[in-house]
């Protein structure tokens, strides 16, 4: 089967290349239930630690009312304000769909509900620079197909250009959005302004060992050595060839090691990824800042030492 391509484009480089995921705030039913409230002095942090763009995940289809469908205006005055101080730091925003559980369930039923999800927000921020980035949809998965992911990425793509011709919008892949969803995903638009998005957490029993929500039972396990190491780098490999095949940037959107794994190995496996990322020149987005998966220590209020050089080695 032929590799999926597309018109040559002289394709920008992304607003981002070092980003930090506000996670497990936002996404979660109401912001403050697993743990954490974004606070503008956690933004600074990340600004002054040297990331240049945060992704801020929110779960929309819990803040919506009426036939319509409509945005909660206190949720849009929120992110407004996380917005406007992240940029006002330099920060360039991801902003994105999290967790719509009821589109994996039903995604033709639920399309015309994200179709609505973007037209507000698109209507909302028509007026942002273009360094506010749009994130169709994380994570597809169970009953969503990669012709569906397509139909979706078809549907959603023009609700936005007709308000933002320039704004980068970042389309989503099949399977949890990892390389196979990717290598899955049907050739894109002729737009110069598209981004796609993987999420690494493999070997997914290292990443996610102990860790409550991922029946990863086992512990103890660890990541390094030869054989982990040219994993690593074929798995990277793999992605290169897709961005060079469909002419387009290809995001490092999520990827991580859960707190709960010794911090030496968090660490090793982190940076060896963003390393790998950068040598294929993508940009990254690490998961996440203070949340199960962290790089910041809310008690001591402080980065964890080893994370941060992992991310961002040299930054002290």
């Known amino acids: 089967?032929?590799?999926?391509?597309?018109?040559?484009?002289?394709?920008?480089?992304?607003?981002?290349?070092?980003?930090?995921?506000?996670?497990?705030?936002?996404?979660?039913?109401?912001?403050?239930?697993?743990?954490?409230?974004?606070?503008f002095d956690h933004i600074d942090a990340i600004a002054d630690a040297g990331f240049d763009a945060v992704r801020v995940p929110v779960r929309w289809s819990a803040h919506l009312s009426g036939p319509d469908h409509r945005i909660d205006p206190a949720l849009l005055a929120r992110v407004d304000g996380i917005i406007a101080h992240a940029r006002s730091r330099g920060l360039a925003v991801i902003l994105d769909v999290h967790h719509f559980e009821a589109m994996m369930d039903d995604p033709l039923g639920q399309l015309p509900v994200l179709e609505t999800i973007w037209r507000q927000l698109a209507a909302h921020y028509a007026d942002q620079p273009d360094d506010l980035v749009f994130e169709i949809l994380n994570e597809p998965t169970d009953r969503v197909s990669a012709a569906q992911v397509d139909a979706i990425n078809a549907r959603i793509?023009?609700?936005?250009?007709?308000?933002?011709?320039?704004?980068?919008?970042?389309?989503t892949s099949a399977r949890w959005n990892n390389i196979d969803g990717l290598e899955q995903a049907a050739a894109l638009p002729p737009d110069p302004r598209v981004m796609m998005t993987v999420h690494y957490y493999a070997p997914f029993d290292f990443t996610h060992q102990g860790a409550p929500w991922s029946n990863?039972?086992?512990?103890?396990?660890?990541?390094?050595?030869?054989?982990?190491?040219?994993?690593?780098?074929?798995?990277?490999?793999?992605?290169?060839?897709q961005m060079s095949a469909r002419n387009v940037p290809v995001l490092l959107g999520e990827f991580g090691v859960y707190a709960g794994v010794p911090?030496?190995?968090?660490?090793?496996?982190?940076?060896?990824?963003?390393?790998?990322?950068?040598?294929?020149?993508?940009?990254?987005?690490?998961?996440?800042?203070?949340?199960?998966?962290?790089?910041?220590?809310?008690?001591?209020?402080?980065w964890i030492p080893a994370m941060r050089e992992a991310l961002l080695p040299g930054s002290d």
């Open 1 to 39: 089967m032929p590799e999926p391509a597309r018109q040559s484009l002289d394709v920008e480089a992304p607003p981002l290349s070092r980003c930090m995921n506000l996670s497990n705030a936002l996404e979660a039913n109401y912001e403050g239930e697993w743990g954490y409230t974004i606070r």
């Open 263 to 302: 911090e030496h190995l968090r660490a090793r496996w982190v940076g060896a990824v963003r390393e790998a990322a950068e040598a294929q020149g993508m940009a990254w987005c690490h998961w996440g800042f203070a949340s199960s998966l962290r790089s910041y220590d809310l008690e001591a209020d402080a």
């Open 157 to 171: 793509l023009p609700v936005i250009r007709a308000v933002s011709p320039q704004r980068w919008v970042i389309l």
């Open 216 to 241: 990863r039972t086992e512990t103890g396990i660890s990541w390094g050595g030869p054989r982990d190491e040219l994993a690593l780098a074929q798995d990277f490999e793999a992605i290169a060839a």
